[in-house]
């Protein structure tokens, strides 16, 4: 039974922000709309702290940013790479669920602005996000990493994850995908099945991200649909999605090749929520359980590693 917090935030999905996805094909304008949808929609932690971060990383500086609230962490660094379909998010729609998914971890937080499609296309944002993970994992003094990201995020995340695996990079300590795209063949049933039963996405919209991001590249290609990717040593993976979702598919598919690979996984299914409603925060006792939930993996996984100190 869902909150009626939760049943609220369905129905502003449903009627006011998927509508308007769906509408706004000018990503300039969409962007404005999305800061201003988060002006108004979601809860900052009274005690929010946000500091530059220049992460450097092969004489390349990348501009991030801490977002913390609570007490001073103890327990590492997560990387956060945040959705909007490769074309929209920003600091102020993001700083809120950084902040309240590292206090939950007991991590640092830290924000990466990726460059947005279709300006910068493939691969521009996996290319500063390997950047800013390599510059991380480097850091003596950064505690464990690990990685989360929703969405488009989620894609950069795998494909990130893929990359590590491949190149023989340090591991993440874990990762936690939100609603994750991850086959940009979109191939997955879901996608059409779950059109009208999506409270948020509308499929043009995933559509033309799509384009935007890929840019004619070769949709095969495992760091755009990192399903196709291989992950054998990964670190343990918590995906969170709902099953009315059009990306639904993409999470059970993700987790069976993670699986593949002797990869632990765990996937927490839920039914009836919209798309990342780990963005209410705050808002809804929901989103606040997802968050503790997340929290507890990342802490659990670090206190089991076989090679903690």
Not at 98 to 113: D, E, K, M, T, W
Not at 122 to 132: E, R, W
Request: aromatic share 6%; charged share 20%.
């Amino acid at each position: 039974m869902l909150s009626k917090n939760q049943k609220f935030w369905n129905a502003f999905a449903r009627y006011v922000q998927k509508p308007m996805l769906a509408m706004v094909a000018h990503q300039p304008t969409a962007r404005l709309i999305a800061d201003f949808n988060a002006l108004l929609v979601y809860k900052t932690p009274r005690d929010l702290r946000m500091t530059p971060l220049k992460l450097t990383h092969d004489g390349t500086e990348i501009a991030a940013t801490v977002c913390q609230s609570g007490p001073q962490p103890t327990g590492g660094t997560m990387l956060y790479l945040h959705g909007g379909a490769f074309m929209i998010g920003s600091l102020r729609m993001y700083r809120h669920l950084v902040a309240s998914l590292a206090r939950a971890a007991n991590q640092r937080g830290v924000y990466l602005p990726y460059d947005l499609a279709p300006e910068n296309a493939f691969p521009k944002a996996l290319d500063q996000a390997t950047a800013a993970y390599r510059a991380l994992a480097a850091d003596p003094d950064g505690g464990p990493v690990t990685l989360a990201g929703d969405s488009a995020g989620g894609n950069l995340v795998f494909a990130l994850l893929h990359r590590i695996c491949r190149d023989g990079l340090p591991q993440p300590a874990a990762v936690v995908a939100l609603s994750p795209i991850v086959d940009m063949r979109m191939r997955a049933g879901s996608r059409r099945a779950n059109a009208k039963s999506d409270h948020l996405i509308p499929l043009r919209w995933a559509m033309r991200g799509r384009e935007g991001y890929l840019a004619g590249h070769d949709p095969e290609d495992p760091e755009v649909s990192p399903v196709l990717g291989r992950f054998t040593g990964a670190a343990p993976c918590l995906f969170h999605v709902d099953e009315t979702e059009i990306l639904f598919d993409d999470t059970q598919d993700m987790a069976a090749r993670l699986r593949a690979d002797g990869v632990g996984t765990t996937v927490k299914i839920t039914h009836g929520r919209t798309h990342v409603w780990h963005l209410n925060v705050g808002r809804s006792p929901e989103a606040d359980t997802a968050i503790s939930e997340i929290g507890a993996f990342i802490r659990q996984t670090i206190a089991e590693a076989p090679n903690k100190a």
